[in-house]
C-alpha cells in the first residue's frame, strides 16, 4: 500500500473517532441538540369576509340553536312476523328450528314538536309498524318519553305521535307554496345514530314524483334538496333561513342506501294539514276522483290532438266511481282543477288529495278536439278500486295459437284472441300483443308481450284487419293512440310514433 493510501485511511480513522465522539455527547445526559420549543401560532387573518357572508354563517348558527331543541329522536321497536318457509331463513337456521312468531326490529328516524304539550310530527314509515309502547322520543336535552300513535297516513307518509309533557320547545311551520329552487335550506335531524345533526343545501327541484313504494294511491309532491340526508333523518325538519320549518324529511334517492346528492322533503303545508286532521279525527279522510292517471308527453299530444304536452291523461275511469259517475272518460286530458292548472299527475293528486269526500270539484277537460268543464263529486276510496288480478297470468300460457302478423314499424307481433282469452281479460274484443322487441318504439313507450289492444285511435279494434287498416292510414312519424289492457286487467293508453 502506498504511502498515500495509508494517510488517506489514517485521516478518515480520526475523522470517524472525532465525529462519534461529538455525537455521543450531545446525546447524552441534559445535553441534547433540542429544538426550539417555543412556537407562536399566528392568531390574525389576511381574510375579509364580506357582511352578507358573516350575516349567513350567523344565520345559520342561530337556525341551528332555535331549531334543533324542536327536532326530537324516535327510537322504534316493532314485531316482525317470521316465514319459516322462507329460504334464506331455512339456510341459515335449518327446516326443522322452532323460532318465535314474532322477532323484535328495531329502527329510528326524527320528529318535530309541533304543540307545548307534546304532538310531534313525523313519517309514516317510521313508526306505522311499531309495537305496542314501542315508540320512544329522546328530546335534546336526553329527557326520554314514550310515545302514543295518534294517526297515520300512508298516501302521504305523514303520523302524529305524542308524548306527554309541558313546556316543550316548538318548531315555526313556514308557508311551502313560497319555497322557491335555488334557496338555502337546512336539515336537521337524526341521521346513522348522529343526534342533533344540521345540514345545509339549497332547494335543488320543486314536485317531485319519486314514487317510493309503487303505492298508486300516494300524493308524491316532494321538496328536493341536496342538504345532506341519510337514514334516520326521516320525520326531521327542513328549515329555511329565517328558522321556518318548510318541509318533513321522507326520503332519499340512492344505489347504496346512503346520501348520494338527492333527499326529499314533504311539504309543510300538506304535512300540516294532514296532521290537524290526524289529531282531530285519527285518520284521514280524502276524496277520490276514481281514475289512474299519468303525465302527458309530446307524442302523446300529439296523437291526442293537443296543441302542446300539458294537463293530466286519465288512462282508466273506474266504475262507479266518482268520474264515472260525472261522465269523465278514458283518454280524457285534465287541464285545470277549480281553475288551477294541473300538468303532472303528482300535481293533480296533490290538489285532489286536499279534498274531503263529498266536495265538488270542477275539471277543465280535453276531448276529441274539444274542451269542456265536468263538475265531479268526490267518493272516499273504496277498498276494491283498480282491484286487478290477484295472480298475473303465465304470459306463455295467454298467447294465441292462431294467425299472427308482424308490424315492424311499431316493433310488435300480434295475433287474434279467442274467448278464453277474452274471459281472463273481462274484454269482448281485441288483438293480443305476443311479441314486442326489446328497445323498439313500442317497448320504449311501455307496450309488453301479453297486453291486448282493444282501440286504437278511439277506434274499437276486433281484429288485426281493423288494427291494420288504422295504420294504413298513417304516415312516418305519426302517432298511434292504443288503448291496452294489462294482465292484471289495468287499462292504459300508450302512444307509438311510427
Do not use: C
Request: glycine share 10%; hydrophobic share 40%; net charge neutral.
Amino acid at each position: 500500500m502506498s504511502k498515500k493510501a495509508i494517510f488517506a485511511s489514517a485521516f478518515l480513522l480520526v475523522f470517524a473517532l472525532a465525529f462519534g465522539a461529538i455525537m455521543a455527547i450531545n446525546f447524552s445526559g441534559s445535553d441534547r441538540l433540542i429544538a426550539n420549543s417555543q412556537i407562536d401560532f399566528r392568531t390574525d387573518t389576511q381574510v375579509k369576509s364580506s357582511n352578507e357572508l358573516k350575516g349567513l354563517n350567523e344565520s345559520f348558527v342561530e337556525i341551528a340553536k332555535t331549531v334543533t331543541p324542536a327536532v326530537v329522536f324516535i327510537d322504534v321497536t316493532g314485531n316482525v312476523k317470521q316465514n319459516p318457509d322462507d329460504k334464506n331463513f331455512q339456510f341459515f337456521f335449518g327446516p326443522d328450528f322452532q323460532m318465535p312468531e314474532n322477532m323484535p326490529q328495531h329502527g329510528s328516524g326524527s320528529g318535530v314538536i309541533i304543540s307545548k304539550d307534546g304532538y310531534i310530527l313525523t313519517n309514516n314509515h317510521v313508526v306505522s309498524n311499531a309495537a305496542d309502547k314501542g315508540i320512544k322520543v329522546i328530546l335534546s336535552d336526553k329527557r326520554e318519553y314514550t310515545a302514543k300513535l295518534i294517526g297515520t297516513d300512508k298516501n302521504t307518509d305523514i303520523a302524529v305521535i305524542k308524548i306527554d309533557a309541558d313546556e316543550l320547545p316548538v318548531a315555526s311551520v313556514g308557508n311551502s307554496d313560497n319555497v322557491q329552487v335555488g334557496q338555502w335550506v337546512l336539515a336537521i335531524g337524526n341521521p346513522l345514530g348522529l343526534n342533533n345533526t344540521v345540514t345545509a343545501g339549497i332547494v335543488s327541484a320543486l314536485g317531485r314524483n319519486i314514487n317510493i313504494d309503487g303505492n298508486s294511491y300516494a300524493i308524491n309532491n316532494f321538496i328536493q334538496t341536496d342538504a345532506v340526508i341519510n337514514p334516520g333523518n326521516s320525520g326531521g325538519a327542513l328549515v329555511d333561513i329565517n328558522g321556518f320549518v318548510v318541509g318533513i324529511n321522507a326520503a332519499i334517492k340512492t344505489t347504496t342506501g346512503y346520501y348520494q346528492g338527492y333527499g326529499f322533503a314533504i311539504p309543510i303545508n300538506m304535512a300540516k294539514n294532514v296532521a290537524a286532521e290526524l289529531i282531530k279525527f285519527g285518520k284521514i279522510e280524502r276524496g277520490y276522483i276514481g281514475v289512474s292517471i299519468k303525465d302527458v308527453d309530446s307524442k302523446e299530444a300529439k296523437g291526442l290532438g293537443l296543441d302542446k304536452a300539458k294537463g293530466v291523461l286519465v288512462q282508466n275511469v273506474i266504475k262507479g266511481g266518482a268520474g264515472d259517475e260525472a261522465g269523465l272518460k278514458t283518454g280524457d286530458v285534465i287541464l285545470t282543477v277549480d281553475g288551477t292548472e294541473v300538468n303532472a299527475a303528482n300535481q293533480l293528486q296533490t290538489v285532489i288529495g286536499s279534498k274531503r269526500p263529498g266536495d265538488v270539484v270542477t275539471l277543465a277537460i280535453f276531448r276529441d278536439g274539444k274542451n269542456s268543464d265536468l263538475k265531479v263529486k268526490l267518493k272516499p276510496k273504496n277498498d276494491d278500486d283498480l282491484s286487478s288480478a290477484q295472480n298475473e297470468k303465465n304470459d306463455q300460457e295467454l298467447r294465441e295459437k292462431s294467425s299472427s302478423k308482424s308490424f315492424e314499424s311499431l316493433g310488435m307481433v300480434i295475433s287474434e284472441i279467442n274467448e278464453d282469452i277474452k274471459s281472463k281479460y273481462d274484454v269482448t274484443a281485441g288483438i293480443l300483443v305476443k311479441e314486442v322487441a326489446h328497445f323498439s318504439e313500442a317497448f320504449n313507450r311501455g307496450m309488453r308481450s301479453g297486453f291486448v289492444i282493444i282501440e286504437a285511435d278511439k277506434q274499437k279494434i276486433n281484429n288485426i284487419s281493423d288494427f291494420e287498416n288504422i295504420l294504413n292510414k298513417k304516415s312516418k312519424g305519426d302517432v298511434v293512440v292504443m288503448k291496452v289492457v294489462t294482465q292484471m286487467k289495468d287499462i292504459r293508453l300508450i302512444a307509438v310514433e311510427l
